[in-house]
């Protein structure tokens, strides 16, 4: 499985940011941060590849002190690989 998180560091940016992707059309959902991304509040944003662009649109528009990353998430087997975008 291929997809990617936004992580912040206050949970409710996370759950602002869920929303305002969602007025933007975005499919995204809360989910829990893997332990290998060491920088935020436990939950994140989980979003598809196909929808980067505009993720990374409406973060530039929008000032989120807490911003902590965006982090690609490869799943390989029972692993996971994690990839730091931002």
């Given at each position: 499985m291929d997809y990617y998180i936004?992580?912040?560091r206050a949970r409710s940016?996370?759950?602002?940011?869920?929303?305002l992707?969602?007025?933007?059309?975005?499919q995204c959902q809360i989910v829990?941060?893997?332990?290998?991304?060491?920088v935020s509040c436990g939950i994140s944003v989980k979003f598809s590849p196909k929808d980067l662009m505009t993720v990374e649109?409406?973060?530039a528009r929008r000032?989120?002190?807490t911003f902590g990353g965006i982090?690609?998430?490869?799943?390989?087997?029972g692993a996971q690989r994690v990839i730091r975008l931002k």
């Open positions: 936004i992580v912040f940016h996370t759950i602002n940011f869920a929303n992707l969602s007025s933007y059309n975005v829990n941060t893997p332990r290998k991304v060491n649109n409406v973060l000032k989120f002190d982090f690609h998430i490869i799943g390989m087997g």
